[in-house]
């Protein structure tokens, strides 16, 4: 079990806490293998991306003086995550990387993270090494999710950590990017290489081999408390500040969000109650470290004519946990319908879900300062457009079956 430990916020800049002696061990493992496929792209699948990383990683990293490199495995093969921990610990590591992409199941999440042990003094290692590699993958435009604990009943979720751990091996799982939904940034070997190479010349500035970015204070018999997850839900979602100009079919509002022990990292939201969502937007002005963003989010979109729409907004911590806002009910857009020119704001619906339901809408909003404008701008037209399509669709189809029915009924 998890012992209790004080926990502190630091992040100013610090001294590496680990002492690796001079000769430095380093044990690459490329994640899954053999039967062990990991995430799949529909092009290729993680056990081959993972190699091609940590090859990269290994042969970058072998240029150093008195660093000796090893890989938990060099062919396609399955190996036990304890065998993995097991031949670390038999070659003596003082730190072992285990390379992996991500994925998620309803193919939302986007984004980098690293995955450290809870228990200190590998808690601190972990975020130490962590912020740095984070630093270190900016340059490929990442988006960072935070370098993260997760629980589970023994302890670390991750059995790697978990295996590392109890060997007394430093350990850290390094997810690069979402497979699923951001193809355009691991997608060749190029770039499978090309992030390899920035593992290693991350380890080297950990080590001092190399100037890179700063390392943030830690301590070492004390958890890092932005590492930590609390499992709760952002406290505050809520829509405020609805402008409806419904003659012209626009509308903006506000998402007011706070979390007080994660970071916000994403938003979205619904104009059908919750039916249908957007994809998952980034949050403005995050800082992983002191766990502050901004306190709301503007969104300016366009309604289609005729919609009536209730509007949901949800606000997604770094831990993919969101709190839904209740519903604010809007009057019906377009010229051609009478006005109340005030929206309802109502608090008696609340229709909290543990699932996100619907299919995926694409994005039609145009954020002030959300960071990953640009990713989301090229999907933005196409939704009103469909969605109008998919009404007049439908409405035809009843139209015909109504026709077919009368016929039928005639005979
Ligand atoms: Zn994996």
Redesign the pocket.
């Given at each position: 079990m998890i012992q209790e430990h004080s926990h502190t916020l630091l992040y100013e800049e610090g001294e590496r806490i680990q002492d690796t002696g001079d000769d430095i061990v380093i044990v690459i493992d490329p994640?899954?293998g053999g039967e062990n496929l990991?995430?799949e792209t529909g092009k290729i699948y993680?056990k081959y991306m993972?190699m091609a990383t940590a090859e990269a990683m290994r042969d970058r990293l072998s240029d150093y003086d008195g660093v000796t490199v090893y890989m938990t495995r060099e062919e396609d093969i399955d190996i036990s995550l304890a065998d993995r921990a097991e031949f670390a610990s038999s070659v003596s590591a003082d730190y072992l990387f285990s390379i992996?992409?991500?994925a998620s199941a309803d193919h939302n999440a986007w984004g980098t993270e690293i995955w450290v042990p809870l228990e200190p003094p590998y808690n601190a290692y972990g975020f130490q090494f962590g912020s740095v590699w984070l630093s270190e993958m900016e340059r490929f435009g990442v988006f960072s999710r935070g370098v993260k604990t997760r629980t589970g009943k023994a302890g670390n979720y991750y059995g790697i950590l978990r295996h590392c751990t109890k060997k007394g091996i430093p350990s850290a799982i390094l997810?690069h990017c979402y497979v699923d939904t951001e193809g355009g940034m691991c997608d060749d070997a190029s770039e499978y290489k090309a992030m390899g190479e920035a593992d290693a010349e991350a380890v080297a500035v950990y080590l001092g081999l190399e100037e890179g970015p700063d390392i943030p204070a830690a301590e070492a018999d004390k958890q890092v408390a932005s590492t930590l997850n609390m499992k709760t839900d952002p406290e505050i979602c809520e829509i405020v500040d609805v402008n409806a100009d419904y003659d012209n079919c626009e509308l903006s509002f506000n998402i007011n969000a706070s979390d007080s022990d994660a970071v916000l990292s994403y938003y979205q939201y619904s104009m059908d109650g919750g039916a249908s969502w957007t994809s998952w937007m980034a949050w403005p002005e995050r800082n992983i470290y002191t766990l502050q963003a901004a306190p709301l989010v503007q969104v300016n979109c366009k309604v289609p004519e005729g919609m009536t729409p209730t509007l949901v907004a949800r606000a997604y911590n770094n831990f993919d946990v969101y709190t839904e806002s209740t519903p604010v009910y809007l009057n019906t857009f377009g010229k051609w319908t009478e006005q109340a020119s005030v929206p309802v704001n109502s608090d008696e619906k609340d229709e909290t879900s543990d699932e996100i339901s619907g299919e995926d809408l694409q994005s039609s909003t145009v954020s002030e300062d959300a960071g990953m404008q640009d990713r989301q701008s090229g999907r933005t037209a196409g939704y009103f457009i469909l969605f109008g399509g998919l009404i007049s669709l439908v409405v035809l189809i009843c139209c015909i079956r109504g026709m077919l029915k009368d016929r039928n009924g005639r005979k």
């Open positions: 994640g899954h990991g995430a993680e993972t992996h992409y991500n997810e």
